[in-house]
């Protein structure tokens, strides 16, 4: 048994880390709501026909309000980001699908593998899929250059490969656990998918982001892997870094899966990720001992990107805490040194990110050393 190291060159966002705390952009799902899109503005004339309400299909208005989504990733850079994210949380067949294909609940049937298989084969979703995340891709692309010329700043685009709206961990039927929906290689499928329409599209890295249940995440790193491999990506330099976020409940646990942050750490150090993190679910105070936690435990970099406290319907934003808020508590972190990349989730604005940006302006990153992988030699 040895320890390997890679030895690809150093990535120009890992270098930045090693500068400064980087700023991560905020909700697109929130900030689309300050714009007062409708049913008919996310249908335009392509999906004017669709059996289904849209409007909870944010990934849709990359194609059908691609101004508005521009304009979203503008504000978020402009308002300090480094990284933004493509507009892609729920584009892949399986999540899509629950757009475009009927139910089979509904008339007394259940969703399972069958089922399931159909979406993976449907030519459709197949195409919308792809067409969904590499658009995004170039959206974002197109902004982070055209701003990070403007300002002679780099900003970077990170790939955002959503949790799904199924669970390989998880049976739906109380009477038959056993039971999974979905399989393995279907959630495999799907991602592969992404993975690839995203490096089309030019993305900086990947992000596995709100894991909720672990299984699915690792599918994800799977697929990402596989992509690698089969697509002749494997030389060094050419691998795009991954960055790794999961989402825990109050008790810290990864919501479905139940894992503790360190036990999610040891699940995908062999990833290799640039960063690790938390993200959505929690406000930062209720976040800030899971993420000490994972400070102390992970070897490369950490993010947190928490929501703007808990939700709250009578709030402007569906959330409690105020861009002052955000950043005094994630200025917090910064100085308490647990932090090497900060932003927002559900309920931040452009507004949000400005704050957080300008409370951790001159902080010094967390320190962390390289994680090893011990292997066969």
Same mark, same amino acid.
């Given at each position: 048994?040895?320890?390997?190291?890679?030895?690809?060159?150093?990535?120009?966002?890992?270098?930045?880390?090693?500068? /400064?705390?980087?700023?991560?952009?905020?909700?697109?799902?929130?900030?689309?709501?300050?714009?007062?899109?409708?049913?008919?503005?996310?249908?335009?004339?392509?999906?004017?026909?669709?059996?289904?309400?849209?409007?909870?299909?944010?990934?849709?208005?990359?194609?059908?309000?691609?101004?508005?989504?521009?304009?979203?990733?503008?504000?978020?850079?402009?308002? &300090?980001?480094?990284?933004?994210?493509?507009?892609?949380?729920?584009?892949?067949?399986?999540?899509?699908?629950?757009?475009?294909?009927?139910?089979?609940?509904?008339?007394?049937?259940?969703?399972?593998?069958?089922?399931?298989?159909?979406?993976?084969?449907?030519?459709?979703?197949?195409?919308?899929?792809?067409?969904?995340?590499?658009?995004?891709?170039?959206?974002? +692309?197109?902004?982070?250059? /055209?701003?990070?010329?403007?300002?002679?700043?780099? +900003?970077?685009?990170?790939?955002?490969? &959503?949790?799904?709206?199924?669970?390989?961990?998880?049976?739906?039927?109380?009477?038959?656990?056993?039971? +999974?929906?979905?399989?393995?290689?279907? %959630?495999?499928?799907?991602?592969?998918?992404?993975?690839?329409?995203?490096?089309?599209?030019?993305?900086?890295?990947?992000? %596995?982001?709100?894991?909720?249940?672990?299984?699915?995440?690792?599918?994800?790193?799977?697929?990402?892997?596989?992509?690698?491999?089969?697509?002749?990506?494997?030389?060094?330099?050419?691998?795009?870094?991954?960055?790794?976020?999961?989402?825990?409940? +109050?008790?810290?646990?990864?919501?479905?899966?139940?894992?503790?942050?360190?036990?999610?750490?040891?699940?995908?150090?062999?990833?290799?990720?640039?960063?690790?993190?938390?993200?959505?679910?929690?406000?930062?105070?209720?976040?800030?001992?899971?993420?000490?936690?994972?400070? &102390?435990?992970?070897?490369?970099? %950490?993010?947190?990107?928490?929501?703007?406290?808990?939700?709250?319907?009578?709030?402007?934003?569906?959330?409690?805490?105020?861009?002052?808020?955000?950043? /005094?508590?994630?200025?917090?972190?910064?100085?308490?040194?647990?932090?090497?990349?900060?932003?927002?989730?559900?309920?931040?604005?452009?507004?949000?990110?400005?704050?957080?940006?300008?409370?951790?302006?001159?902080?010094?990153?967390?320190?962390?050393?390289?994680?090893?992988?011990?292997?066969?030699?």
């Amino acid at each position: 048994m040895g320890i390997v190291r890679k030895t690809q060159p150093k990535h120009p966002l890992a270098k930045l880390m090693e500068e /400064r705390i980087v700023i991560i952009d905020g909700a697109m799902g929130t900030t689309i709501r300050t714009y007062g899109m409708t049913e008919a503005d996310i249908r335009g004339e392509r999906f004017a026909n669709a059996k289904k309400d849209m409007l909870n299909n944010g990934d849709i208005f990359s194609l059908t309000q691609p101004k508005m989504i521009g304009d979203i990733h503008r504000r978020f850079l402009e308002a &300090g980001a480094d990284i933004i994210e493509t507009n892609t949380f729920g584009a892949t067949t399986i999540s899509q699908s629950e757009f475009f294909v009927d139910d089979p609940r509904e008339h007394g049937g259940r969703k399972d593998p069958e089922f399931y298989q159909k979406i993976i084969d449907d030519t459709m979703l197949s195409d919308l899929a792809w067409e969904i995340n590499e658009t995004s891709a170039r959206q974002c +692309r197109e902004w982070a250059d /055209r701003v990070g010329n403007d300002t002679g700043r780099q +900003r970077f685009v990170a790939g955002a490969i &959503g949790p799904l709206t199924v669970s390989l961990s998880n049976s739906p039927d109380a009477d038959d656990p056993g039971f +999974r929906v979905v399989t393995f290689d279907q %959630v495999l499928t799907a991602y592969k998918q992404e993975v690839r329409a995203l490096i089309a599209g030019g993305v900086d890295t990947l992000l %596995v982001e709100t894991i909720f249940d672990s299984l699915n995440a690792k599918a994800a790193l799977v697929a990402i892997r596989e992509v690698f491999d089969e697509d002749g990506l494997t030389a060094a330099g050419k691998e795009l870094p991954i960055q790794i976020s999961a989402a825990v409940g +109050r008790g810290g646990e990864t919501m479905i899966s139940a894992q503790t942050v360190e036990a999610m750490w040891t699940a995908v150090a062999q990833a290799r990720p640039l960063s690790v993190g938390l993200n959505c679910s929690l406000g930062p105070d209720l976040m800030h001992p899971f993420l000490a936690e994972l400070a &102390g435990k992970a070897g490369c970099a %950490v993010s947190c990107y928490p929501n703007a406290g808990l939700p709250n319907p009578l709030a402007p934003t569906g959330f409690d805490l105020l861009p002052d808020d955000m950043g /005094r508590l994630l200025g917090e972190f910064g100085r308490e040194g647990i932090v090497n990349i900060a932003g927002g989730c559900c309920g931040n604005t452009p507004d949000h990110i400005a704050a957080i940006a300008k409370a951790l302006e001159g902080v010094a990153p967390r320190r962390y050393g390289a994680a090893l992988i011990e292997v066969a030699a």
